[in-house]
């Protein structure tokens, strides 16, 4: 079976009670075996994302399963985004 990378554009709800913690976030990320970079990036108006590389196996429902486990990560994970995909 092969691998792909996937490059993807991570963007945060905005909650009532202020900004947030997109460092917690990203390192919640990075700590993910399959990430290779994880960086926080400006959007726009002092909004940010956070752009992650990740190497997945190729298979049915595996990008899925890693998208959901992002979204786990926090309550404020709003869309995730797929920038780039290539095979390895």
């Not at 752009?51 to 869309?79: C, H, M, W, Y």
Request: contains cysteine; aromatic residues 6%.
């Amino acid at each position: 079976m092969g691998h792909v990378v996937v490059k993807y554009k991570v963007t945060m709800n905005q909650p009532e009670d202020g900004m947030p913690d997109y460092d917690q976030i990203a390192e919640a990320i990075s700590s993910m075996e399959e990430v290779q970079s994880c960086e926080i990036k400006p959007l726009a108006f002092g909004m940010m994302f956070i752009e992650v590389q990740a190497v997945l196996g190729e298979g049915e429902g595996i990008v899925d399963s890693f998208e959901n486990k992002v979204r786990e990560i926090d309550n404020n994970v709003g869309q995730i985004e797929a920038l780039e995909m290539g095979r390895l």
